[in-house]
């Protein structure tokens, strides 16, 4: 009687190894993709059996002697033939709740996004993002497929897909990724000099991956320099540690009634080139993360614009999107209550950002003004009948194409009759909209969170003006297709798979990743302007650099919103409004300047002036050096 029973597990015992290697392989193929994994489990359409399974509960108990005694006094002969039936069939089950297991234990341990939920009666491993499980994001992986081909061709199809790139995105934004990342950041990173100072960083931060992320870009822009003159790393531990960041509670009330909190903040980073000068963001993704490195960025900017100011960054996590104005007012007069402590024209002078515009920042300055009693210009963005220059919200956008004209001159090449890509679709990018066309160019695109419009006819001013108005009254781009037949509006895509030859990435940081890298290379794309901070990911930016795809970085390309504002503040100013033209002409004169000096820089430490990295790393060390040179002689403070 026990002589079957040990053949039939040995059996068991070679069919469970040949699973567990067949799952070990499905393994290594979802790691060889760049940790890519299914995010599905469901049943093969040819295996009915396979969706009863139980994916979850504790695997089956191996029958022990006590067992089997007991087994062989009841058992009969004459139905031995059915209890080994029997046990073949309940072997088989057992073989495919072993795999399942065995696979999503992997999954689990490392993927946070995803989870296990009863649907109608059985487990499923559901994505956290769509909240759905099975066929809608691919196939079973194990296969009902037919061939190996086949089922890779299904793992490729969901590893391409939006689903898989946005839970992707969330395991970049996951603490246990930061984590388990640490090594990556150092690795990129040649010298141990520099490799040190971004050690430090992630011990002291370790879970602020925008800012870690921009310290990495920093230093190894700076490799060159630190490794000349190692003063610089006592310099670079000071600058990145801000001189002093604020987190406030945000308390308003809506127009029900109901009382809501949000969390405000402002990070002054340095002051030793002057007062702080940064803007203000209200958006739900702003945190300390973000917020330092906004500022940090704005540090460099100011820097390297041809005026002395300091940097700093400021805003809140609350979304104005669907609030009322007597809503967004209120909100604003609460946010202000706490910041005008640390606001003054030889302090801090607070700037438009990303959700706020000049409504916002008219409201909060009649609640600065309300609390200091008095009349100061420290404000940048209001309304021109009232404070400020005449094209302050138009500067950054067309700086933008001012610098580009720049690179293409340098080219002996220029702007008229160029397909231009614009991401975005907030005041910079429209302004840029307006600029391109001003000289000749055909911009086809903008975007925004749920996708892009493409107009094959190029935009006009009118087209411009009609997206304006789209924008103003909360409306989807989806509206503009409706109104121009040859354009095209996409769900849940980013505009880099056009054909075009010039980028504007304008919508917001890391925007960019490494599939958006190589459509955009593929697109035929030689130049690419930063108008957002930090648009590209790590990844992307390697893809770019080995495609020798020109990058315009935000620091430089986006000085044109610094310029106006100290155009706006200055006393000259103050007195008079300028012409278009006047002001185009010192916009020019001062992006001019700004390219020139990254540019040297580049060249001084022996980089191309054709490389794809010169004027990210000009730009950088052009920056770093005048603070360093402000701390220096200002002393250890």
Same mark, same amino acid.
């Given at each position: 009687?026990?002589?079957?029973?040990?053949?039939?597990?040995?059996?068991?015992?070679?069919?469970?190894?040949?699973?567990?290697?067949?799952?070990?392989?499905?393994?290594?193929?979802?790691?060889?993709?760049?940790?890519?994994?299914?995010?599905?489990?469901?049943?093969?359409?040819?295996?009915?059996?396979?969706?009863?399974?139980?994916?979850?509960?504790?695997?089956?108990?191996?029958?022990?002697?006590?067992?089997?005694?007991?087994?062989?006094?009841?058992?009969?002969?004459?139905?031995?033939?059915?209890?080994?039936?029997?046990?073949?069939?309940?072997?088989?089950?057992?073989?495919?709740?072993?795999?399942?297991?065995?696979?999503?234990?992997?999954?689990?341990?490392?993927?946070?996004?995803?989870?296990?939920?009863?649907?109608?009666?059985?487990?499923?491993?559901?994505?956290?993002?769509?909240?759905?499980?099975?066929?809608?994001?691919?196939?079973?992986?194990?296969?009902?497929?037919?061939?190996?081909?086949?089922?890779?061709?299904?793992?490729?199809?969901?590893?391409?897909?939006?689903?898989?790139?946005?839970?992707?995105?969330?395991?970049?934004?996951?603490?246990?990724?930061?984590?388990?990342?640490?090594?990556?950041?150092?690795?990129?990173?040649?010298?141990?000099?520099?490799?040190?100072?971004?050690?430090?960083?992630?011990?002291?931060?370790?879970?602020?991956?925008?800012?870690?992320?921009?310290?990495? $870009?920093?230093?190894?822009?700076?490799?060159?320099?630190?490794?000349?003159?190692?003063?610089?790393?006592?310099?670079?531990?000071?600058?990145?540690?801000?001189?002093?960041?604020?987190?406030?509670?945000?308390?308003?009330?809506?127009?029900?009634?109901?009382?809501?909190?949000?969390?405000? @903040?402002?990070?002054?980073?340095?002051?030793?080139?002057?007062?702080?000068?940064?803007?203000?963001?209200?958006?739900?993704?702003?945190?300390?993360?973000?917020?330092?490195?906004?500022?940090?960025?704005?540090?460099?900017?100011?820097?390297?614009?041809?005026?002395?100011?300091?940097?700093?960054?400021?805003?809140?996590? @609350?979304?104005?999107?669907?609030?009322?104005?007597? !809503?967004?007012?209120?909100?604003?007069?609460?946010?202000?209550?706490?910041?005008?402590?640390?606001?003054?024209?030889?302090?801090?002078?607070?700037?438009? *950002?990303?959700?706020?515009?000049?409504?916002?920042?008219?409201?909060?300055?009649?609640?600065?003004?309300?609390?200091?009693?008095?009349?100061?210009?420290?404000?940048?963005?209001?309304?021109?009948?009232?404070?400020?220059?005449?094209?302050?919200? !138009?500067?950054?956008?067309?700086?933008?194409?001012?610098?580009?004209?720049?690179?293409?001159?340098?080219?002996?090449?220029?702007?008229?009759?160029?397909?231009?890509?614009?991401?975005?679709?907030?005041?910079?990018?429209?302004?840029?909209? *307006?600029?391109?066309?001003?000289?000749?160019?055909?911009?086809?695109?903008?975007?925004?969170?749920?996708?892009?419009?493409?107009?094959?006819?190029?935009?006009?001013?009118?087209?411009?003006?009609?997206?304006?108005?789209?924008?103003?009254?909360?409306?989807?781009?989806?509206?503009?297709?409706?109104?121009?037949?040859?354009?095209?509006?996409?769900?849940?895509?980013?505009?880099?798979?056009?054909?075009?030859?010039?980028?504007?990435?304008?919508?917001?940081?890391?925007?960019?990743?490494?599939?958006?890298?190589?459509?955009?290379?593929?697109?035929?794309?030689?130049?690419?302007?930063?108008?957002?901070?930090?648009?590209?990911?790590?990844?992307?930016?390697?893809?770019?650099?080995?495609?020798?795809?020109?990058?315009?970085?935000?620091?430089?390309?986006?000085?044109?919103?610094?310029?106006?504002?100290?155009? $706006?503040?200055?006393?000259?100013?103050?007195?008079?409004?300028?012409?278009?033209?006047?002001?185009?002409?010192?916009?020019?004169?001062?992006?001019?300047?700004?390219?020139?000096?990254?540019?040297?820089?580049?060249?001084?430490?022996?980089?191309?002036?054709?490389?794809?990295?010169?004027?990210?790393?000009?730009?950088?060390?052009?920056?770093?050096?005048?603070?360093?040179?402000?701390?220096?002689?200002?002393?250890?403070?």
């Amino acid at each position: 009687m026990l002589q079957p029973t040990t053949g039939v597990g040995m059996n068991s015992a070679m069919d469970d190894m040949n699973l567990i290697q067949q799952a070990q392989r499905h393994h290594l193929v979802v790691r060889e993709i760049g940790e890519e994994i299914d995010l599905e489990i469901g049943p093969g359409e040819d295996d009915p059996s396979f969706g009863n399974a139980t994916l979850i509960g504790a695997p089956l108990r191996e029958s022990s002697a006590e067992d089997h005694g007991e087994s062989k006094q009841m058992m009969v002969v004459s139905q031995l033939s059915n209890d080994v039936q029997d046990l073949s069939q309940t072997q088989q089950v057992k073989r495919k709740k072993k795999v399942v297991k065995r696979w999503r234990e992997e999954w689990a341990d490392t993927y946070k996004w995803a989870y296990v939920d009863v649907k109608d009666g059985t487990p499923r491993i559901f994505c956290s993002v769509c909240r759905e499980f099975g066929r809608k994001h691919r196939r079973n992986p194990y296969g009902n497929e037919g061939s190996r081909n086949m089922q890779m061709s299904a793992l490729e199809e969901h590893n391409n897909s939006l689903l898989h790139k946005e839970a992707l995105r969330l395991q970049s934004a996951s603490k246990d990724k930061i984590m388990a990342d640490k090594p990556v950041y150092v690795k990129a990173v040649m010298s141990k000099t520099a490799g040190s100072i971004l050690e430090a960083t992630l011990k002291r931060d370790p879970h602020e991956v925008e800012f870690i992320q921009a310290v990495q $870009e920093v230093v190894q822009a700076l490799e060159r320099v630190i490794g000349k003159n190692s003063h610089y790393v006592n310099i670079m531990e000071r600058l990145l540690e801000p001189e002093r960041m604020i987190i406030f509670r945000v308390p308003w009330v809506d127009d029900r009634g109901e009382t809501h909190v949000n969390r405000g @903040f402002r990070v002054q980073f340095n002051q030793s080139m002057g007062p702080c000068r940064g803007g203000i963001r209200f958006h739900p993704s702003v945190n300390l993360s973000i917020t330092k490195f906004l500022g940090f960025e704005q540090t460099l900017k100011n820097a390297l614009s041809p005026y002395k100011l300091g940097g700093a960054a400021g805003g809140s996590d @609350f979304d104005p999107k669907g609030k009322s104005e007597n !809503e967004i007012m209120r909100f604003c007069q609460s946010f202000m209550c706490e910041m005008y402590h640390y606001l003054g024209p030889d302090k801090d002078l607070p700037s438009e *950002e990303m959700g706020v515009g000049t409504r916002e920042m008219g409201y909060l300055f009649g609640q600065y003004r309300r609390l200091v009693g008095h009349f100061q210009g420290t404000f940048t963005g209001p309304r021109i009948f009232w404070s400020g220059s005449s094209l302050r919200p !138009e500067a950054t956008g067309y700086g933008l194409v001012f610098f580009a004209q720049l690179m293409l001159a340098d080219m002996n090449k220029e702007l008229k009759g160029l397909r231009c890509i614009v991401s975005g679709s907030g005041k910079i990018a429209l302004h840029v909209l *307006e600029k391109l066309i001003a000289y000749g160019a055909l911009p086809i695109s903008v975007s925004d969170s749920r996708g892009y419009l493409v107009d094959e006819d190029g935009f006009d001013y009118m087209k411009v003006q009609f997206l304006r108005d789209i924008k103003a009254q909360h409306r989807s781009l989806r509206d503009y297709s409706k109104t121009y037949a040859r354009s095209k509006y996409y769900d849940e895509a980013k505009p880099w798979v056009e054909r075009y030859d010039l980028a504007f990435a304008c919508a917001t940081q890391n925007e960019i990743d490494q599939a958006d890298a190589i459509n955009l290379v593929n697109s035929g794309c030689r130049i690419l302007i930063e108008g957002s901070n930090m648009p590209c990911t790590p990844d992307a930016v390697l893809v770019l650099r080995k495609a020798n795809v020109l990058v315009a970085p935000a620091m430089a390309a986006g000085a044109g919103g610094v310029v106006a504002g100290e155009l $706006e503040l200055n006393h000259e100013c103050s007195l008079m409004n300028w012409s278009p033209e006047d002001f185009e002409s010192k916009l020019q004169e001062a992006m001019k300047q700004t390219y020139q000096r990254a540019i040297k820089a580049a060249t001084d430490f022996g980089y191309q002036k054709e490389s794809p990295e010169a004027l990210v790393h000009g730009a950088v060390i052009s920056a770093f050096l005048t603070i360093a040179q402000a701390m220096t002689d200002q002393g250890c403070v």
